[in-house]
């Protein structure tokens, strides 16, 4: 699949979807731009969490809360001492990795040979084939499975007490090697802090470090009593949010998938004590079938419950996304107990609590949080739309075929021809629709080669103006997807839109 995301990243840049950060300087690493198609999908896609999960709940409303905060914010959080990441340096390449990605991979690989052991099996088997049956006999997937499981149990333990000289051990027995060099002589592994400093105040002295924000959660955590008391909120209630985060990344590769400054759709859901475990299942499965409802296929998702869990969290999952790259994380739907808030209380002295008037008792709530990256949700939307098709003609097309209710443009309103009064009328059903849809005019070149790039740039709609429109006030609709065409009344336009493209 490394030619499909090849596809995907050239395709993005070719359509102005996505540029490299100041790409006249060449670039600054893992940093991008989003061109003018790239921002409305951006646009699109938060718009449709922020419906979903905001305008569509009750008991969750919306903040905005800034990226600079009050340095404290990130004692009590734990990030600055534990928001670190182990690095380990190749002493011959010179490369610098994330040890526990290198160990990570390793057991990747582990579970597609197993696979592939499963998919040969089934194959042979047909429909008798018993798969949990088979994964408990065959020794070969038993013992990838097993190896799998025990080096990321270790791994898991050795992260959570820090045990650092056990994951260079880990790495020197399963004898990993530099994915780019194949060379196996490391350096010892050593934390590294991935909060981006930055100083407030003009002189050196009086400064005060701060720390743009690693994640947009802990502005919700903050302002957890102001919300809740202006807003009246009842426990069980949520606030969701939509903003910039930024992480020192070590390894930033994979193009928008991990980003130095990217976005967050985070929502913190306030729960009675006791009740977490419950509220974290119903999330999980609110959130998959949010992905699900794009349509993108249901294949391309998965969940994956850790077994490693973070200082903060009592259960944690991730929706899993199969990526040009593989299965990768998603979104995270985490149980983060009572820690943030408790926290919060401990460091600024103010009580950040609910007083139950069911229960009569006043306490600091439990907290489920769904978090989702808004740029890989892009990148997953991008990758799973983009196709090559071959046509009936023999000749083929490049189609985006992003779900119309996140497109960009939502109709090409194209007139046959540049002269007798076909722009003019064109001119004009483009004033009327303007006003509800994002659409474009596109007069030049062949209508065919209009289509395809419409095609390409993922817009569901085409409208072409003819001769016959001046008549009879119809023009022809071509779909993006089926390329199916259809004369349809200049008065029915906009109603075919939104039924094509709406939420
Ligand atoms: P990873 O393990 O991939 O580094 P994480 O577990 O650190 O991710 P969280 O802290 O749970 O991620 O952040 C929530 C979401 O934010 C992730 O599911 C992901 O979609 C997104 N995200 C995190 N880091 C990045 C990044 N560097 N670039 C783009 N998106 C990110």
Redesign the pocket.
Known sequence: NEDLFKNVISHAKEYGYIFASSEIYDGLSAVYDYGQNGAELKKNIKEYWWKSMVQMHQNIVGIDAAILMHPTTWKASGHVDAFNDPLIDNKDSKRRYRADVLVEDYAEKLLQKAQKEIDKAKKRFGEEFDEEQYKATNPRVKRYLGDRKEILERLGRSLTNEDLADVKSLIEELEIADPETGSKNWTDVRQFNLMFGTKLGASADSATQLYLRP?TAQGIFVNFSNVQKTGRMKIPFGIAQIGKAF?N?IVARQF?????E?E?MEMQFFVRPGEELKWYEHWKEVRLKWHLSLGLGEKNYRFHDHDKLAHYANAAA?IEFDFPFGF?????VHSRTDFDLKAHEEHSGKKLRFYDPELKENYVPYVIET???L??MFLSVLAASLKEEELEDGSSRTVLKLPAVLAPTKAAILPLVKKDGLPELAQEIFNELKWDYNIQFDEKDAIGRRYRRQDAAGTPLCITIDHDSLEDKMVTVRFRDTMEQKRVEISQLSAIIKEETNF
Do not use: A, H, V, W
Not at 256 to 260: A, G, L
């Open positions: 994640e992480r990344e928008i998938f991990r980003m130095r990217f967050q991730d990768k994380e998603l979104e995270g978090s989702i990256g740029d890989r």
